[in-house]
Antibody, heavy 115, light 106 residues
Framework: QVQLKESGPGLVQPSQTLSLTCTVS????????VHWVRQPPGKGLEWVGA???????DYNSALKSRLSISRDTSKSQVFLKMNSLQTEDTAIYFC?????????WGQGVMVTVSS | DTVLTQSPALAVSPGERVSISCRAS??????MHWYQQKPGQQPKLLIY???NLASGVPARFSGSGSGTDFTLTIDPVEADDTATYFC?????????FGAGTKLELK
């Protein structure tokens, strides 16, 4: 069955770099797109970026200068790297599958930016 | 970016019909999708492309609309439907989400 699972550090210091991994199963990254969506505590959802089935990427313009999304298809993993983290980046980070809409989601990983 | 406006909260009694609205600041064709999120859980896809029921979702849920005005309807509402409902558009870049409508049962 289709599954996505996020992993990464729960605590990151301000100005440091966040590295998250999304490990997928039940589908191929070369045939499906994976997006990152984040949700600050008690708030709504924000699209972060995507890596498409062909390997190209798209980023939220507000985050583009700090963001990189990549993948390792042999390991069925998608990576998110975001630098210069600030407290406003504190959120649950989800990875999710889809093109126009998102049919499967990971459980999310809580990332807190604090010293 | 396309702004999606949702009413913040609704309260209904079990067995009633409820309509949750989402208004887009510009046209999104039929590329509006709806999600349910319960506390501590990931969002769950309910409706895609305005009116298509996602796999495994009860037929009590339905969607309608096109252009800028969309509606998610639950009929009849059950106690388990207590959740926050988000709309998402994918017609204009970037994808955007509404702020969510919190549905409470009386």
């Amino acid at each position: 069955q289709v599954q996505l699972k996020e992993s990464g550090p729960g605590l990151v210091q301000p100005s440091q770099t966040l590295s998250l991994t999304c490990t997928v199963s039940g589908f191929s990254l070369t045939s499906n797109s994976v997006h990152w969506v984040r949700q600050p505590p008690g708030k709504g959802l924000e699209w972060v970026g995507a890596i498409w089935s062909g390997g190209s990427t798209d980023y939220n313009s507000a985050l583009k200068s700090r963001l990189s999304i990549s993948r390792d298809t042999s390991k069925s993993q998608v990576f998110l790297k975001m630098n210069s983290l600030q407290t406003e980046d504190t959120a649950i980070y989800f990875c999710t599958r889809g093109v126009y809409y998102f049919d499967y989601w990971g459980q999310g990983v809580m990332v807190t930016v604090s010293s | 970016d396309t702004v999606l406006t949702q009413s913040p909260a609704l309260a209904v009694s079990p067995g009633e019909r409820v309509s949750i609205s989402c208004r887009a600041s510009e046209g999104v064709n039929s590329y509006m999708h709806w999600y349910q999120q319960k506390p501590g859980q990931q969002p769950k896809l309910l409706i895609y492309k305005a009116s298509n029921l996602a796999s495994g979702v009860p037929a009590r849920f339905s969607g309608s609309g096109s252009g800028t005005d969309f509606t998610l309807t639950i009929d009849p509402v059950e106690a388990d439907d207590t959740a926050t409902y988000f709309c998402q558009q994918s017609w204009n870049d970037p994808n955007t989400f509404g702020a969510g409508t919190k549905l409470e049962l009386k």
